[in-house]
């Protein structure tokens, strides 16, 4: 992989996560399966994240029973979570569509 | 030897030295992971893959648990557990930091040492200046005092301005590892480096 991608999906794994628990309250394997479809990153990567964001108060745990095997562990935004969220969402919508500005004018100039 | 087995003994065996309670909360997150691609019908082998290294998995979870204790707790020993959990990652970026670090850090050791020698100094000639015994001096007794508090307060900001900087400089190096360090690729992109 490209050491640039890399660093693309570092910055914005956070933001995924964010946005994948407002929608809808996950458990770890959940997310990690979806992002590891969405932006290619590996699974074990979820559970080191999760732990620091619980830290950091961005979201809350409750254990649920599963139907089949042991209780599963759901991952819930709190609202510092949220702030974060519109935050880091915001931020990213403004860089993109700067970065995609520049990407366009560049098209235009050369053909 | 089966590789679910196989992934929970090698982290199992990375989170070693760290709180109890911690490394099982751990160990029972990547446990429940292996259930649940079970039902969803993968191979261990399969999910074992995708999670990536456990190694690194562990060197990760381990430096992140050291930066969160240092902020917490702020003493002695969280820092070195801090930095040490830091030089566990082994990252190339840390080659290179790493010598400048220990230069810094043997440079403020001597400043700091020097400023406790100073104010020690000035601690110990303050009592003779008040009495007006000070050997060999030709100054006057305000001057001695004057020389002696002021060697002492001298001592004490140069000392308190090295751990300062100390602090500092542990908060930077938590950040960067931080935003250097964070594992995304599974095993077959690490070796590119991050």
Known sequence: MEPNLVQFRKGVLDLCVLALLERADAYGYEIASRLADAIDMGEGTIYPLMRRMQKEQLVSTYLVESPSGPPRKYYRLTEEGRQSLLRQKAAWTDFTQAVNAVLDAGQDGTS | ?194
Request: with cysteine; hydrophobic share 50%.
């Open chain 2, 1 to 194: 030897m089966n590789e679910k087995d196989d992934f929970m003994r090698r982290l199992a065996g990375g989170l070693r030295g760290m709180p109890k309670d911690t490394a099982t909360d751990i160990l029972q997150d990547y446990e429940g992971h292996f259930g649940e691609g079970r039902r969803a019908g993968r191979s261990d082998a399969d999910i074992a893959h995708q999670l990536g290294d456990p190694a690194r998995l562990a060197r990760e979870l381990r430096a992140e648990a050291g930066i969160r204790r240092w902020e917490d707790e702020r003493s002695m020993a969280a820092a070195l557990g801090a930095i040490v959990g830091l030089l566990g990652l082994a990252a190339l970026d840390l080659f290179i930091v790493i010598p400048v670090l220990i230069t810094i850090l043997i440079v403020v050791f001597c400043l700091a040492l020097a400023a406790v020698c100073i104010g020690f100094a000035g601690l110990v000639i303050l009592p003779f200046a008040i009495l007006n015994i000070l050997p060999s001096s030709d100054g006057s007794w305000l001057q001695n005092i004057l020389i002696g508090l002021g060697l002492f307060s001298a001592g004490v900001s140069g000392t308190a301005f090295c751990a300062l900087f100390l602090i500092g400089l542990t908060d930077l190096v938590s950040r960067y590892a931080r935003a250097h360090f964070r594992l995304i690729s599974p095993g077959a992109s690490l070796s590119a480096g991050v």
